[in-house]
């Protein structure tokens, strides 16, 4: 009989923590937007049309990067090579070597069960890591004991209020080896139906009693307790990740608070070192200068008519005119004229020229 199990082996706990998580930060990627821009305007080619819509032929753009993002995330780097058709494709495994003055190689690269027998150079794929360490050996330490806590108050919880019960047998009826093999499938069917019947009839035997005793007198930890100890896993798993916990909650309270914290110590530097690879794999030096380079478009927790009054405010103060208020708010210049052009209201303008404008509506009624 095994008299001690371990309590840490609660792998869903562990699982749901991770997938909640990271699936956040992937759900939230998979929004943006990667514009290929070429100069002062954007442009929808072949390229544009890998990143946001189809990067390969069995996945879409949005299923693409949540699984790059989850990679990234887990596992600290991600591999991105192209086929010889132009797919884009993610790596399940591969053999990565360092150089410190040549460019990295990277050799073995599996993708779905398909080992590619060549090699590819560091300028020929997108290779990102995530930061300095692995998340893997963070995660597996500190479930080790939450998950040790977590199956100790679940133990106890499973004690509290448990129906147990006793048999009293007279040992002499059952002589025999086979005789006793019957008694002891006769206890174990009685205690099969009364742990999965609601109504259990239980024949009575000649030399068997069975009584039952109420635990209600025991003391065990309640439900509550079981969901601290998981939503402290998880608060430990969010706060490891820059993920606000009461955003990832639900919580509404300074929920646009913690969404642009979120969004800009989360989501921008993700978004950046994606941004900052792209450029580098897809221009040259001299294009980039040129003018030709990605820009992420990332998703917006607001939309423009929020920004209604702060965008007046920024065109009639003459800080900004109409087409550098579109490229900060992720909308195409218009080229026209009127956009181009600068405005200031008389509340912005100097007190003489204001009041010498005033004379003159004087005058003039």
Partial sequence: MELFQNKSNRVHMKKLAIDTCISFIGRTISQSEFRVKNGD????????????????KNQT????????????????????IQADDGDLLIADDFTHKEYAVYDDIFSNVVVKGFEFKRTFKQDEVIHLRHSNEKLSPLIDSLFADYGEL?????????????????????????????????LQEFI????KAIETKDVAIVPQ????????????????????????????????????????????RGDMADVEKQTKNYMFFTIAPLLKKIKDEANVKFFTQKEFLAGQCIDIRKASYQNIFDLATAVDKLIS?????????????????????????????????????????????????
């Fill in 188 to 191: 174990n069917k009685m205690y």
């Fill in 41 to 56: 305007t954007f442009v929808k080619d072949e390229l544009y049309y890998r990143l946001n819509i189809r990067p390969n």
């Fill in 61 to 80: 753009a949005s299923t693409f990067w949540q699984t790059f993002i989850q990679k990234l995330i887990y596992e600290n780097e991600c591999l991105i």
């Fill in 205 to 248: 035997q000649k030399g068997i009693k069975y009584e039952e005793i109420s635990a209600n007198g025991l003391v065990g930890q309640s439900v509550d307790e079981i969901n601290k100890v998981t939503n402290g896993f998880l608060d430990q798993i969010a706060f490891a990740l820059g993920i606000p916990v009461s955003l990832l």
């Fill in 317 to 365: 103060s003459g800080v900004f005119n109409g087409d550098e208020i579109r490229t900060e708010t992720g909308y195409d210049v218009t080229g026209e004229e009127v956009h181009k052009k600068y405005f200031i209201t008389k509340n912005y303008q100097e007190s003489s020229e204001a009041l010498k404008g005033g004379e003159n509506s004087d005058s003039e009624t």
């Fill in 150 to 182: 977590f199956g100790r108050i679940l133990a106890a919880q499973k004690r509290k209020n448990q129906i147990r019960g006793t048999v009293d047998m007279d040992m002499t009826s059952a002589k025999t080896e086979k005789e006793q093999s019957k």
